[in-house]
Each structure stands twice: as structure tokens, then as C-alpha cells.
Nanobody, 122 residues
Framework: QVQLAETGGGLVQAGGSLRLSCAAS????????MEWYRQAPGKQRELVAS???????KYTDPVKGRFSISRDNAKNTMYLQMNALKAEDTAVYYC????????????????WGQGTQVTVSS
């Protein structure tokens, strides 16, 4: 079993910054991809940023130049530095991980965190 725990959400004024963290724990052999998603009220969950085990990153267009994704492989932890926040960034942010467990090394696992609320006031 693998658990993902997000921290760092909160209320911030437009133009401000927040840093989200996602720590993975449990029976982990390796984590290949870690991603941040967000879901605003009444909208579908969308991919915000992605990072693989080699550090290659991707971002959705609305956050390019403002958000930065990173990870610490030794700690199985991923981060999302969010700068120049806008009201439209308000959402619940979820982390997602694809990896392998030592119990089933030939199969991959996929887990979601419980989400953390980010609210940007204008």
C-alpha cells in the first residue's frame, strides 16, 4: 500500500505564492512519474504539471512561467512552487504517482492524494 499526502495549501492574495508538497510513503520500490492535478468547483480535474524520475517536466499552458514542479527522489517527495497566483488558480490540488512496489515489481501502481485546497483572493 502506498499513501500520498499533500500539504501547503491555503488562502493567499492574488500575486502571492504558495508551495505545495506531496510525500509518498509505504511499500515503494520506485516512483516513475509524479503529477499535480487540480479541480475547480464545477470543472473537470485537469493536469497542472508533471515530472518523471529523471527530472523532465511538463506544464499546462496557463501555469507556464508561474509554477515550478520539482521532486526529491531520496524522500519520494514532489513539490509545486506557485508564484504570481491568480483567482483562476483556485482549486483543490491533488498529487498523483505512478511507480512500483517491491511486493509486485513487475506491475505499476497508481495512487492519488487526498487533495489540498488552494484559494486565491482577488
Amino acid at each position: 500500500q502506498v499513501q500520498l499526502a499533500e500539504t501547503g495549501g491555503g488562502l493567499v492574495q492574488a500575486g502571492g505564492s504558495l508551495r505545495l508538497s506531496c510525500a509518498a510513503s509505504g511499500r515503494i520500490l520506485s516512483i516513475n512519474v509524479m503529477e499535480w492535478y487540480r479541480q475547480a468547483p464545477g470543472k473537470q480535474r485537469e493536469l497542472v504539471a508533471s515530472i518523471n524520475s529523471e527530472g523532465s517536466t511538463k506544464y499546462t499552458d496557463p501555469v507556464k512561467g508561474r509554477f515550478s514542479i520539482s521532486r526529491d527522489n531520496a524522500k519520494n517527495t514532489m513539490y509545486l512552487q506557485m508564484n504570481a497566483l491568480k483567482a483562476e488558480d483556485t482549486a483543490v490540488y491533488y498529487c498523483y504517482a505512478i511507480g512500483r512496489s517491491p511486493d509486485y515489481p513487475l506491475s505499476s501502481f497508481q495512487y492519488w492524494g487526498q487533495g489540498t485546497q488552494v484559494t486565491v483572493s482577488s
